[in-house]
C-alpha cells in the first residue's frame, strides 16, 4: 500500500458568507471527511480494465479489504472497468483516476430488486449502481467518469428526438407504446408505465409481480441513505438510469467540482436530489441534465410528513445548470418541509425554468427561510420564476401537439396535508429572454406567502401572472416584457407592494388587478405615465383595490 491521496481536513467547515443579503448569514458547521493514506488499487484484487470483463465482485472486495483495515483510498486507475453494483462502507474514499470510466453494465439481470425510494416514497427498485446506507465517512472522488449506460433502462419520448435519432432508436429493439409516441427498452418497461405506482411497496404484491416490471423500476445512478460525513468532488457522473445524484437522509455532504450529465431526453434525469438532508455544501459544480437539475426534496404525501426530516441548512453556490427543467428547485416531494436554504452566484443556461418552486395538494410541508442571490439566466424557454401549488407531475414545456387544460381553482379545507410556501426571499436576478418573468400560482385556501424580490433585471415576452398569493413585495425591478397589456397582472391576491418597477416606455397597460380578495396593493415610487393606461379592475376588483403612493 502506498501514500496516494491527501488528507481532508479533519477541522470543521465553518460555513459564513452571502454579504448583500437582507437575512441572517448563515453559520452552521459541515464536518469534513477524512481518509488514511493506505490505497487499495482494484487491479490487486483481480480488476482487468478491458471493457468486457465484469469487475463487480473485484472492486467490491476492494472496498470490504480497505474497510477492514481502518479506511483509506480505493483506487480505480485508468482504463474502462465494467462493473455491477457496487457498495460503499464506512472510511472508503473511492477514487478515479483521470481517464478512469467506470462503466456499469447494460445487463439489466446484474442489478438485485431492492427495497428503496423513489419520488419519496418507499418503493422497490433495481439496486442502484453505487450506494451506501447506514455509513460514515465516504468519499467518490478524482477526475474519472462515472457512467450508469442509462440507455439500456430508459423509455424515450418521440417528440423528445428528431426523425433520423427516432428511426434509429426503434431499429435497436424495445417496443412502442400503443400510441406510438414513447419508446421502451423491454415489454416489462412497458408493461410498468401502464400502470399506477407499480413500485410502490404494498402487502399484496409479490416478488412475482415485481419481477415483471423489473426493466421499469430504474435505479438511481447513485443513492447514499442515511450516510454521515460525504464527499462527492471532481467526479464526472453521466448516463444515469433515473436520478443521477441522491443523498437521501444524510448528514453532512460536501458536493464540489462535480459534473452531472445526463441526455436532455432523459426521463426523470434530474441531476441532484436533496431529500431531507441537513448541512449541505454544493459548490463549483455544473449540471447539464434531462430533468431539474439541482433539486431540494423531503419525502412525498403522508410518508414524508411521517418521516418528518426537513432537508435544512444548505449552501448552493458558483454552480452552472445548463438544459433542465429547472435550474435551483424545491418540491414537489417536499412533504417534510426545506428551510434555511442558501443559493448564490449560480448560472442557468436554457433551462426550462430558472428558479422552479412546485408543489401540490396532498403533499404537505413547509418551504421556508430561502434565500437565493446573485443568479444570471439567459435563453430560460418557460419562467424565470415560478411559484407553482398545482404542479401536475408533467413537463414544464408543452410538447408539440399537446394540449394542457388549466387546473380547477375551488377552496378546499386546510389539513396537514395542505403544504405552505412562506419567507423567500430573491434578490439581484438577470435574465436574458425567457417566456414569462415571474409566475406565482398559490392555493385558495393557502396562498403563496411573504415572498421578497429586489433588484430583478428580467427580459421575457410576459411580465409577472400573480394569482393567489399574500404578502409578494417586488422593489426595484426591471420588467423589459414584449408584452405590455398587461406588464403586471394580479388575481386574488392582496398585501402586495410594487416599489420602483420599471417598464417598456408607451406600454398599453401597466397593471391589471382582478378578483374580489385583491386588496392592499400599494404602487410606490413607479413611474405610471410611461404606461399608456395606468390600471384596470375586474371580478370583483376596484380601484380600491390599489393603493399610489
Not at 459564513?16 to 487499495?40: H, R, W
Not at 419508446?183 to 402487502?203: E, R
Not at 419481477?211 to 453521466?238: G, M, Y
Request: aromatic share 8%.
Amino acid at each position: 500500500m502506498t501514500a496516494f491521496f491527501r488528507i481532508a481536513s479533519s477541522a470543521f467547515f465553518l460555513v459564513a458568507l452571502f454579504q448583500e443579503m437582507a437575512c441572517s448569514q448563515p453559520a452552521f458547521k459541515i464536518s469534513s471527511t477524512e481518509f488514511k493514506k493506505d490505497t487499495f488499487n482494484i487491479v490487486s484484487y483481480g480488476a482487468v480494465a478491458d471493457g468486457i470483463t465484469m469487475n463487480t465482485k473485484s472492486i467490491n472486495e476492494a472496498i470490504a479489504a480497505c474497510n477492514h483495515e481502518g479506511g483509506g483510498v480505493v483506487l480505480i486507475p485508468e482504463g474502462i472497468w465494467v462493473t455491477g453494483p457496487l457498495v460503499l462502507s464506512s472510511n472508503v474514499n473511492l477514487h478515479l483516476a483521470r481517464n478512469a470510466v467506470l462503466q456499469f453494465t447494460k445487463d439489466l439481470n446484474e442489478y438485485p430488486l431492492v427495497q428503496g425510494n423513489w419520488e419519496g416514497l418507499p418503493q422497490m427498485r433495481n439496486q442502484s449502481p453505487i450506494s451506501a446506507k447506514n455509513v460514515v465517512n465516504i468519499a467518490i472522488t478524482g477526475h474519472g467518469i462515472i457512467d450508469g449506460n442509462g440507455d439500456a433502462w430508459r423509455m424515450v419520448k418521440k417528440d423528445k428526438l428528431n426523425e433520423t435519432q427516432w428511426k434509429k432508436l426503434i431499429a435497436s429493439g424495445g417496443v412502442l407504446s400503443a400510441d406510438k409516441k414513447t419508446w421502451y427498452p423491454s415489454d416489462q418497461s412497458l408493461k410498468g408505465a401502464t400502470l399506477k405506482n407499480p413500485g410502490v411497496i404494498s402487502p399484496e404484491k409479490t416478488m412475482a409481480f415485481y419481477d415483471s416490471i423489473k426493466d421499469f423500476l430504474r435505479p438511481n445512478l447513485l443513492v447514499f441513505e442515511n450516510c454521515k460525513k460525504v464527499l462527492l468532488e471532481d467526479v464526472t457522473f453521466q448516463n444515469s438510469p433515473a436520478w443521477c445524484l441522491h443523498p437521501l437522509m444524510c448528514e453532512d455532504l460536501r458536493v464540489t467540482n462535480i459534473y452531472a450529465k445526463n441526455p436532455w431526453y432523459a426521463q426523470n434525469g434530474d441531476g441532484i436530489d436533496i431529500e431531507s438532508c441537513k448541512n449541505v455544501l454544493i459548490e463549483n459544480s455544473t449540471f447539464d441534465v434531462g430533468d431539474d437539475g439541482i433539486c431540494i426534496k423531503s419525502g412525498r404525501d403522508e410518508s414524508g410528513r411521517k418521516r418528518g426530516k426537513p432537508t435544512e441548512n444548505v449552501i448552493i453556490r458558483h454552480c452552472t445548470v445548463y438544459h433542465a427543467h429547472g435550474g435551483f428547485v424545491i418540491g414537489s416531494e417536499m412533504s417534510g418541509g426545506a428551510r434555511d436554504i442558501y443559493v448564490s452566484d449560480c448560472t442557468f443556461m436554457g433551462t426550462d425554468v430558472g428558479l422552479r418552486f412546485k408543489t401540490t395538494r396532498g403533499r404537505g410541508g413547509i418551504a421556508e427561510k430561502i434565500y437565493v442571490t446573485n443568479i444570471t439566466m439567459k435563453d430560460i424557454a418557460g419562467q424565470a420564476i415560478l411559484f407553482d401549488m398545482y404542479y401536475m407531475a408533467q413537463d414544464p414545456m408543452s410538447l408539440t401537439g399537446e394540449n394542457r387544460d388549466p387546473p380547477l381553482v375551488e377552496m378546499m379545507p386546510v389539513t396537514e396535508a395542505t403544504p405552505q410556501f412562506k419567507d423567500f426571499h430573491i434578490s439581484n436576478v438577470v435574465c436574458d429572454g425567457a417566456e414569462t418573468a415571474i409566475f406565482v400560482r398559490g392555493l385558495p385556501e393557502m396562498n403563496v406567502k411573504e415572498v421578497y424580490l429586489e433588484n430583478l433585471v428580467l427580459q421575457s415576452k410576459e411580465g409577472m401572472n400573480c394569482t393567489e398569493a399574500t404578502g409578494l413585495h417586488l422593489k426595484n425591478i426591471k420588467l423589459i416584457t414584449d408584452n405590455t397589456n398587461p406588464v403586471i397582472n394580479i388575481h386574488n391576491s392582496k398585501d402586495v407592494s410594487l416599489d420602483k418597477i420599471g417598464f417598456k416606455n408607451r406600454a398599453t397597460l401597466f397593471l391589471k388587478i382582478s378578483g374580489e380578495k385583491s386588496g392592499n396593493i400599494r404602487l410606490l415610487h413607479t413611474e405610471t405615465l410611461n404606461a399608456r393606461q395606468k390600471a384596470v379592475f375586474s371580478s370583483g376588483a376596484t380601484e380600491k383595490s390599489l393603493i399610489s403612493e
